[in-house]
T-cell receptor
Framework: GAGVSQSPSNKVTEKGKDVELRCDPI?????LYWYRQRLGQGLEFLIY????????KSGLPSDRFSAERTGESVSTLTIQRTQQEDSAVYLC???????????????FGAGSRLTVL | SQQGEEDPQALSIQEGENATMNCSYK?????LQWYRQNSGRGLVHLIL?????REKHSGRLRVTLDTSKKSSSLLITASRAADTASYFC???????????FGKGTSLLVTP
């Protein structure tokens, strides 16, 4: 697609429910990233995919968080048993990495705003 | 982990004035990037400066990088109300692809 698409744009859920957030990266972009942004804060790195594999999961906050990517395309971030502190905007970004490891420019989606009541 | 730290946290200026934001980081980098985020939206890449560059220009933007001080600055000249946004610096450690973002500078440009 022309840009990075994320859905849903807004999600309100009750504490304890599971949620799935979807990211559709730019076609041909091999790298995909998930970040979390709490209100008024910077971006917190969650996970990075190179193709369908995730060489860096170091940012996932707990085992309630998981992510997968299939077909070197769509990625899903799943949060199980949501807690109020999970409320944030979840941002997805993709990159072609065509500039090599020295110049990785990210294209971001508009984000999925999650509110846990 | 957060590497870049922007300063100031918030900046308010009038249209036509220049806005300067600073970023400090901790480890060696391949490059440093600046992104902009309008309220409620995703981030947009503005400019990238490589570790062997000292200054770069793009339109009304001027970025400097001082690797000895591990710092960078973003200058927006002749600011406009449309420049109102949050600005983030992002760095990559030499061995990795993930970008580390700071907490951002919130810029308000009033007419």
């Amino acid at each position: 697609g022309a840009g990075v698409s994320q859905s849903p744009s807004n999600k309100v859920t009750e504490k304890g429910k599971d949620v799935e957030l979807r990211c559709d990266p730019i076609s041909g972009h091999t790298a995909l990233y998930w970040y979390r942004q709490r209100l008024g804060q910077g971006l917190e790195f969650l996970i990075y995919f190179q193709g369908n594999s995730a060489p860096d999961k170091s940012g996932l906050p707990s085992d309630r968080f998981s992510a997968e990517r299939t077909g070197e395309s769509v990625s899903t971030l799943t949060i199980q048993r949501t807690q109020q502190e999970d409320s944030a905007v979840y941002l997805c970004a993709s990159s072609s990495l065509d500039r090599g490891p020295g110049a990785n420019v990210l294209t971001f989606g508009a984000g999925s705003r999650l509110t846990v009541l | 982990s957060q590497q870049g730290e922007e300063d100031p946290q918030a900046l308010s200026i009038q249209e036509g004035e220049n806005a300067t934001m600073n970023c400090s980081y901790k480890t060696s980098i391949n490059n440093l990037q600046w992104y902009r985020q309008n309220s409620g939206r995703g981030l947009v890449h503005l400019i990238l400066i490589r570790s062997n560059e000292r200054e770069k220009h793009s339109g009304r933007l001027r970025v400097t990088l001082d690797t000895s001080k591990k710092s960078s600055s973003l200058l927006i000249t002749a600011s406009r109300a449309a420049d109102t946004a949050s600005y983030f610096c992002a760095t990559d450690e030499n061995s990795g692809y993930a970008l580390n973002f700071g907490k951002g500078t919130s810029l308000l440009v009033t007419p």
